[in-house]
């Protein structure tokens, strides 16, 4: 079966970076959709990124755009999350995930409906 094991979370203060690993293993196909979510205490998981591996078309949560950036590496089979500019309300648990459904134009939906296999998650916790 497929799996994810994420890594690169932490402790950081307000406006500064950290970079998220997800090596997978497990599967041979090709084209697929990996994500970024994070789940707060008392809060629901969202989408924070996607990615086509197709095409490398990339989706982004309105609340990280221009400060975090969702990437794949093929070769490596290796997905990251480089976050920027940190903010408090970035802490949460982060979780890779895998699937094999992408919409029309080979885009990737940040519902988690859309992945089906999923890392057991890393802590990111920004203090302000």
């Known amino acids: 079966q497929v799996q994810l094991v994420e890594s690169g979370g932490g402790s950081m203060q307000a406006g500064g970076s950290l970079r998220l690993s997800c090596p997978t293993s497990?599967?041979?196909?090709?084209?697929?959709?990996m994500g970024w979510f994070r789940q707060a205490p008392g809060k629901e998981r969202e989408g924070v990124a996607a990615?086509?591996?197709?095409?490398?078309?990339?989706t982004y949560a309105d609340s990280v755009k221009g400060r975090f950036t969702i990437s794949q590496d093929n070769a490596k089979n290796t997905l990251y999350l480089q976050m920027n500019s940190l903010k408090p309300e970035d802490t949460a648990m982060y979780y890779c995930?895998?699937?094999?459904?992408?919409?029309?134009?080979?885009?990737?939906?940040?519902?988690?409906?859309?992945?089906?296999?999923w890392g057991q998650g890393t802590q990111v916790t920004v203090s302000s």
């Open positions: 995930a895998l699937g094999f459904r992408w919409r029309s134009g080979g885009y990737c939906d940040t519902n988690s409906a859309y992945y089906n296999s």
């Open positions: 497990g599967y041979t196909y090709s084209n697929y959709c």
């Open positions: 990615i086509y591996t197709g095409g490398s078309r990339t």
